[in-house]
C-alpha cells in the first residue's frame, strides 16, 4: 500500500499487476466451460489483485464472485478489458464511487465489441498474411516456414497482450474509447485487409498451379492449350481457380471440406480425359 502526500491511496504493486497479466496471457483460456467460457480463467487472474485490494475475507469473496460470471472474447485484443477492470477495482477499494454493477457491466460491454474486432482484425487478416508468408517459405519441405509463423504469432501476441493489458489499466475506461473510435478502427482494418490481399495474391500466383497438359495435333502442327491461356494472361488459370474458391466459400457458403472434395473429383476427372 503505498501513499501520496494527500491522503492515503491504495496502489496495487507494478509486480502484482505484472502477476496478474502473465496470469491472463498464458492462462486466458485455462477450464474454459460453456457455462462462464473465459470466466474462471478471468478470476484467477484476479486473484493476487483482489487478496491486495480487499484484506476484509468478506469482500475478497464477494469480489471472487463478482469476476466468476460469463465472460467471453477475443483473448488477445480483449486483454485490455482486464487491466480495465483492475483500475476500477482499485478505484473501488479507494472508495470511489464504483459499484458492483459498473464493473461487471464494463465487461459485458467490452467483451462483444473487442471480440468482433478481434477476430477480424487478428484472426480474419493478421493470421492469414502470416500464413501465406510461412507456406513460401515452407518451399521444399524446409521447417523455417513453420519456425517463422510459431515464433512471429507467439511474439507479437505475447508482446500485444502485455501492452494492452498494462494500457488499459493506466487509462482505464478511456483506453476502450481510445481503441474502440470508429476512424482508427477502420484504418487499422483497411490497411490490414490491403496487406492481406497483396500477400494472398502473390502466394496464389506463386504456389497455385493449374497445369494443362492438352495438346492439339494437326500433322505437323502441335498447339499446346496451356501456351494459348498463358498468351491471354500469365497466371489466368489459378486466377480463375482461386476466385472460384473464394465465391464457392464466401459467397455460396461451402465448407472448406466441400471445396476440397470438389476440387479433387474436378482434377480426377480432367486428368482421366487428358485435359490435365
Known sequence: ???????????????????????????????????????????????PILKFLYKDPEEYKQGLKRHMQFFNTEPNLGTLIPGIVIALEEQKANGKPVSNDLI??????????????????????????????????????????????????????????????????NLGLSAAKNVLQEGLTSKVTQGLNVVGLITIGGVSANFVKVPVSFTYNSGEMAISLQSIFDKIMPKVLPLILVLTVYYLIDKKGWSVNKVILSLLAFVSVMVVIGIM
Open 1 to 47: 500500500m503505498e501513499k501520496n502526500k494527500d491522503a492515503q491511496t491504495i496502489k496495487i504493486p507494478k509486480k502484482e499487476v505484472r502477476k496478474a497479466c502473465w496470469r491472463f496471457i498464458f492462462f486466458s483460456h485455462c477450464a474454459q466451460n460453456f457455462e462462464r467460457m473465459m470466466g474462471l480463467a478471468f478470476t484467477h487472474m484476479m486473484v
Open 104 to 169: 461487471v457491466s464494463t465487461k459485458n460491454a467490452l467483451m462483444g465489441p473487442f471480440a468482433g474486432l478481434g477476430d477480424s482484425i487478428l484472426i480474419g487478416t493478421y493470421m492469414p498474411i502470416l500464413l501465406s508468408i510461412a507456406l513460401g517459405l515452407s518451399e521444399g519441405g524446409s521447417p523455417i516456414g513453420a519456425i517463422f509463423y510459431i515464433a512471429t504469432w507467439l511474439g507479437s501476441m505475447v508482446l500485444m497482450r502485455y501492452w494492452l493489458f498494462m494500457k488499459g489499466y
